[in-house]
């Protein structure tokens, strides 16, 4: 039989947890803290008899110029300097992440990264061959020599943290000091639990070269598979032009649907409703934490997005990849904290989802996982 020649780039695909886990997922009676899944209850109910058949055709690669009207407008009032000319809509900002790593990242190219940080876009930039700098936002030296310095600033994935104004503002003066170009994904700002302005970083720089990105899918619906960035003009042309590569346009209903959202007059309310619903189930988990992880963890409340991030007692003796097992044995899934960290060795960290388990089964697999981890801290 012939060998197919593969690109050298595909040895590098590491397995991930996240493939164990999504084999079982769907079992019957498992409970999942895994998953960064938005809430069922939250989705819209859809009218697609109103769909104009144009949107059946192929479109420009941008995205639909009222559309991206729409976002420019919606950056302009978080107070970022931009038009719609330099907002293209992405397939998922997952996809945003994909475009900037072939826009930058060639073998060995410096990318500075929080740690822990988003596994998904470790996982892109190391696919382009990425040398990972760790660098902390509020003291952010070490993304000297970076390409770009990729950062979640706004309710994180995977620790729920935000970032002060002066983490934020030492974070872009860093950029422009030392010519780093920012890349800010904030697709979590819309689930806040406390209220806040939450300023883009990228509205404080004032020379270094920007990309900031947002999602459509935990405020309106993952599967319609839609994002956007807006980026510094000498960036647009070549998104555009890696976009065309990569999908053409991005789907033209889900681009329809979601500009009916925004003239939809209740949005706001419908936003604020959700919320609200998302920080009930937050404290909710946080009892049931309080109950079963008492003394075997830390945490702290999350003020946004939808991620408990606990750091066990036994501290990096622990490596949390070995509890997964044993969960999914009975019947619980979590995301091991090591993959969220460009060098994964033992974290003794867990990332755990409050927004799709039920609050009872929540409480249920509360007291699984916490008998995991002390089984195995007994064992260390
Ligand atoms: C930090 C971060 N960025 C990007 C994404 C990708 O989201 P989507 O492609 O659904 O917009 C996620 C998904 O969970 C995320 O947590």
């Given at each position: 039989m012939t060998t197919p020649r593969l690109s050298r780039r595909i040895p590098d695909l590491v397995p991930s947890p996240i493939r164990e886990i999504l084999a079982v997922i769907d079992r019957p009676g498992m409970i999942s803290f895994a998953g960064g899944l938005p809430a069922p209850e939250t989705f819209p109910k859809l009218d697609l008899s109103a769909v104009p058949p144009e949107c059946l055709q192929y479109g420009p690669s941008e995205g639909e110029p009222a559309l991206r009207q729409a976002i420019a407008a919606q950056l302009r009032d978080r107070g970022l300097d931009c038009t719609a000319d330099q907002v293209l809509v992405l397939s998922g900002s997952q996809q945003g992440i994909d475009l900037v790593a072939k826009l930058f990242v060639d073998a060995g190219t410096r990318v500075a990264v929080e740690s822990p940080t988003y596994l998904a876009a470790l996982q892109a930039f190391r696919f382009f061959g990425a040398d990972f700098a760790e660098f902390e936002p509020a003291t952010p030296a070490a993304i000297a020599g970076a390409a770009f310095a990729y950062v979640v600033?706004?309710?994180?994935?995977?620790?729920g943290r935000c970032l002060d104004d002066a983490a934020r503002r030492a974070l872009a003066a860093a950029c422009d000091a030392e010519g780093v170009t920012l890349f800010e994904d904030d697709p979590y700002r819309d689930l806040d639990y406390t209220g806040g302005a939450h300023r883009p970083v990228c509205a404080d720089l004032r020379a270094a070269p920007w990309i900031y990105q947002g999602s459509f899918s935990k405020t309106f619906a993952p599967g319609l598979r839609l994002g956007y960035l807006a980026c510094a003009p000498e960036f647009v042309t070549p998104l555009t032009r890696l976009k065309q590569a990569a999908d053409l346009h991005s789907n033209r209903v889900s681009q329809w649907l979601v500009l009916q959202a925004f003239g939809d007059p209740r949005r706001g309310a419908r936003l604020r409703e959700f919320a609200g619903w998302y920080r009930e189930r937050r404290d909710t988990f946080a009892q049931h934490l309080a109950r079963h992880f008492a003394g075997l963890a830390r945490w702290e409340l999350p003020p946004g997005g939808l991620f408990f991030w606990l750091e066990l007692a036994a501290g990096a003796a622990l490596d949390t990849r070995t509890l997964l097992a044993p969960a999914l044995e009975r019947g619980v899934a979590f995301m091991p904290g090591e993959p969220f960290h460009a060098v994964e060795q033992p974290r003794g960290a867990i990332r755990l989802n409050?927004?799709?388990?039920?609050p009872d089964d929540a409480g249920r697999g509360l007291g699984i996982l916490a008998e995991i981890v002390r089984d195995a801290v007994a064992r260390l």
């Open positions: 600033p706004t309710f994180q994935n995977p620790t409050f927004s799709h388990a039920a």
